[in-house]
């Protein structure tokens, strides 16, 4: 039995188009979007180092 929502990352050398195409095969749709900086620490400062991204997916019925 799949779960009705499910949250799907985009990988760190996936597009977002490929993270879709992945949702879809799984039997899922979109519906949210969440962005979250992931921070490194350099010379005792936080420095952004990219992006990341997660895509809610309802299940298809």
């Known amino acids: 039995m799949m779960k009705k929502t499910v949250w799907f990352e985009v990988g760190e050398n996936e597009t977002v188009e490929k993270c879709l195409e992945r949702m879809d095969k799984a039997g899922y749709m979109p519906a949210g979007r969440k962005e979250?900086?992931?921070?490194?620490?350099?010379?005792?400062?936080?420095v952004p180092v990219r992006q990341l991204i997660k895509f809610k997916g309802i299940r298809k019925e």
Do not use: K, M, S
């Open 36 to 46: 979250e900086p992931i921070f490194e620490e350099r010379d005792g400062q936080p």
